[in-house]
């Protein structure tokens, strides 16, 4: 199982990013996906939910300013960022999972940095 993010970069306050977290060696649809992100010195928190049936979820940090979404043709789960703050700068991960975390695969990690 491979999972690749994707789209991190650096972005002035109120500008947008599209992670993707391209997957291969398991389908992301039949899975529940999440979005983590870490700042420096700070521990890794849970971003957004995708679950196999579709339903998301999303932390208050984020909510209405974040959308998670998934293409399953192309297998591959994107974290829209809009109105991105300075706060919001962290390595953000992918991390796709079976029921009950009996499988739990990590991507690399891709660098946002929200600064003027």
């Known amino acids: 199982v491979q999972l690749v993010e994707s789209g991190g970069g650096l972005v002035q306050p109120g500008g947008s990013l599209r992670l993707s977290c391209a997957a291969s060696?398991?389908?992301?649809?039949?899975?529940?996906v999440d979005w983590y992100r870490q700042a420096p010195g700070k521990q890794r928190n849970l971003v957004a939910t995708i679950t196999s049936s579709g339903s998301t979820n999303y932390s208050d940090s984020v909510k209405g300013r974040f959308t998670i979404s998934r293409d399953n043709a192309k297998n591959t789960v994107y974290l829209q960022m809009n109105s991105l703050k300075p706060e919001d700068t962290a390595v953000y991960y992918c991390n796709v999972y079976t029921r009950w975390r009996v499988y739990d695969y990590w991507g690399q990690g891709t660098q946002v940095t929200v600064s003027s």
């Open positions: 060696g398991i389908i992301v649809s039949l899975n529940a």
